[in-house]
């Protein structure tokens, strides 16, 4: 914990250096801070001589009037420097447990960025969002505040310990004999506060998780009539969550009232020990008001120690979560020779290739087929045969148990993935736009795109006239997801942004599914555009699709069970040609006229 706090806060050192200063100003002004009274008490009203320390800077006094005022100015500019030092402290250690979590939640999401997508299948997003914001407030709160609070108050605690024992050091035995009482006791109710923590967590992940899935899908949650429905789950995941939590902070109470026992315990037997000194003569009343006053200070780091550790038992799971993250190692294998892969002539080749999402169940299997440069392929069969999944292992989203996937005769991953994935068009069956201007959502496809090429994408795609008619044209906002604009209108703009990306290879799964014969149109002549001179992947459902593909892929149960073009496979007689059979009867079934849906 402390090892990888210390590396987050490495790089604000000097940051780190004016806190240390100014933490070594706060303690030593809080050491310093009782000799005024003594000064008083002793020296004032009674004959002791001031303390060495002070007459080190005053000189000799012996007018009672002057101690007075060098004991009333000596408080004075005390609380002064421990005010300022207080104030540099808490502000620099603020900035610097601010831009801690801003590291650290950079590198999360970095490192989910480059995770693999196998990572994904096994894991739900709401943990991930809790672990960017809830769990690493936890360690920025620790950082920023505990850590070095508990530094200060640690050498706070041997200050006063080295001064305490230096005035008598078996009244520093008897103040400190509950100590080892406290310290079982925070040991024994830090695991409990960590467990409980952990329970907590859990619960407000699942919450998060409920809230991203239904707010996710609120056109659905609204279509089926399921809101009571949606509630009731967030209802029930809440309670959970408030049990949990009240568990935790009944867990985490038992320190103040356990901790404030034995403090007055400790006192009580000072303040007895003390007093009967003091009638003894054997210690001034002045001595006794600094031991007194130590003590109470002394407690208070003790107690802020204490209560940092169920504060480090937090931090400890939301560092664990962190670390879970960031220690994943669902990425994909990097070849150590792996170079930019530059501009590509577009021929594709799969070897032999076995993939499994579990590699003890493949979905592939000995897949084997070349595509030329520019030519035309077709993808289809029965759903569940791996037709996304071969074009998802093209794009390197995974990696096959066994074999290679090659582009012009290169082994894919003896390439960065930046620059192999920056060689293929994505044009998904439901595109998916952010919520930013037009141009942005097509400019994604090629950050630095300019403004012309944007224009002559959207042309080309067929979008550029409903683009121009929307109120503020290529700045206008689309909704989360583009939900404010048509299916039609949503698969241009997808198409519009591989075009601006005018990679070589490009990957078309199902484009047209869903849309009315109008947009079908449209986005069939934009895809012309598109994909003229480029190797072009089309999975399809719809045969008709596919019927000038240079080439026919069916995958059935894994494997490539027909390969070839339209004609010819329809004439096989094979699987191909019961789909297209199946579906040329169900065309002529179909209604026609008012009753068709």
């Known amino acids: 914990m402390f090892a990888f706090s210390l590396r987050l806060v490495a790089p604000y050192w000097k940051w780190l250096a004016i806190v240390i200063a100014t933490m070594v100003v706060e303690i030593v002004m809080t050491l310093a801070s009782p000799w005024p009274l003594k000064i008083v008490l002793d020296s004032v009203f009674g004959a002791e001589p001031i303390p060495p320390v002070f007459a080190w800077f005053t000189g000799p006094v012996t007018d009672r009037l002057?101690?007075?005022?060098?004991?009333?100015?000596?408080?004075?500019v005390i609380a002064l420097l421990q005010a300022a030092g207080a104030y540099l402290n808490a502000y620099y250690t603020v900035s610097i447990g601010q831009w801690i979590a801003h590291d650290l939640r950079q590198s999360v999401y970095a490192h989910l960025q480059r995770l693999s997508l196998s990572y994904?299948?096994?894991?739900?997003?709401?943990?991930?969002?809790?672990?960017?914001?809830?769990?690493?407030?936890?360690v920025q709160e620790f950082i920023s505040t505990s850590l070095l609070d508990l530094v200060?108050?640690?050498?706070?605690?041997?200050?006063?310990?080295?001064?305490?024992?230096?005035?008598?050091?078996?009244?520093?035995?008897?103040?400190?004999?509950?100590?080892p009482l406290m310290l079982i006791f925070v040991y024994r109710l830090r695991a409990a506060v960590k467990s409980a923590t952990h329970d907590v967590r859990r619960r407000q992940s699942e919450l998060v998780t409920i809230v991203q899935e239904g707010l996710g899908a609120i056109r659905v949650v609204k279509a089926f009539a399921q809101?009571?429905?949606?509630r009731q789950r967030l209802e029930a995941k809440s309670v959970e969550s408030v049990e949990a939590a009240l568990k935790a902070r009944r867990v985490r109470s038992l320190l103040g009232p356990v901790v404030t026992a034995?403090?007055?315990?400790?006192?009580?037997a000072v303040l007895w020990f003390g007093a009967r000194l003091?009638?003894?003569?054997?210690?001034?009343?002045?001595?006794?008001?600094?031991f007194l006053t130590y003590l109470g200070r002394l407690f208070r780091p003790i107690q802020a120690v204490a209560r940092a550790s169920t504060n480090i038992a937090q931090a400890t799971v939301g560092l664990e979560r962190v670390r879970d993250v960031l220690d994943a190692d669902d990425r994909l294998?990097?070849?150590?020779?792996?170079?930019?892969?530059?501009?590509?002539?577009?021929?594709?080749?799969f070897r032999d290739v076995t993939f499994g999402y579990d590699p003890s169940r493949p979905v592939l299997r000995d897949i084997s087929f070349t595509i030329e440069p520019g030519q035309l392929v077709g993808l289809v069969g029965p759903s569940g045969g791996g037709k996304s999944t071969l074009v998802g292992l093209l794009a390197r989203f995974y990696d096959p148990q066994q074999g290679a996937v090659l582009i012009d005769g290169r082994d894919i991953r003896e390439a960065t993935i930046r620059s192999l994935r920056g060689q293929i068009g994505f044009v998904l069956q439901d595109t998916q736009l952010f919520h930013a201007p037009v141009w942005h959502n097509?400019?994604?496809?090629?950050?630095?795109?300019?403004?012309?090429?944007?224009?002559?994408?959207?042309?080309?795609?067929q979008a550029h006239d409903f683009i121009e008619a929307l109120p503020q044209g290529y700045d206008t906002v689309v909704g989360q997801g583009g939900l404010t604009l048509s299916g039609g209108q949503r698969q241009r703009l997808g198409i519009a942004r591989a075009m601006v990306r005018d990679a070589r290879i490009l990957v078309l799964d199902e484009p047209t599914s869903g849309l009315d014969a109008a947009s079908e149109r449209l986005v069939f002549e934009a895809l012309r555009r598109l994909r003229n001179g480029r190797t072009t992947f089309v999975i399809a459902h719809r045969l008709a699709t596919v019927r000038r593909a240079d080439v026919i892929l069916v995958i059935a149960d894994g494997r490539i069970v027909e390969r070839g073009t339209h004609g010819a496979l329809a004439r096989a007689g094979g699987l191909y040609a019961r789909l297209l059979d199946a579906q040329e009867q169900e065309e002529e079934e179909r209604p026609s006229g008012p009753e068709r849906l």
């Open 278 to 290: 003091v009638l003894e003569g054997a210690m001034t009343a002045g001595a006794l008001v600094v």
């Open 120 to 138: 994904y299948d096994r894991h739900q997003v709401g943990p991930l969002i809790s672990t960017i914001t809830d769990d690493i407030d936890a």
């Open 66 to 76: 002057a101690l007075l005022n060098i004991a009333v100015g000596a408080t004075v």
């Open 152 to 179: 200060i108050d640690s050498l706070t605690i041997a200050g006063m310990l080295v001064v305490m024992l230096s005035l008598n050091w078996r009244f520093t035995l008897v103040a400190l004999a509950v100590t």
């Open 333 to 349: 294998v990097r070849a150590p020779n792996a170079a930019p892969l530059g501009p590509v002539e577009g021929r594709v080749e």
């Open 442 to 461: 097509i400019a994604y496809g090629r950050p630095d795109a300019t403004r012309d090429q944007i224009l002559d994408a959207a042309r080309l795609a």
């Open 262 to 268: 034995l403090v007055a315990l400790g006192t009580a």
């Open 227 to 230: 809101g009571r429905f949606e």
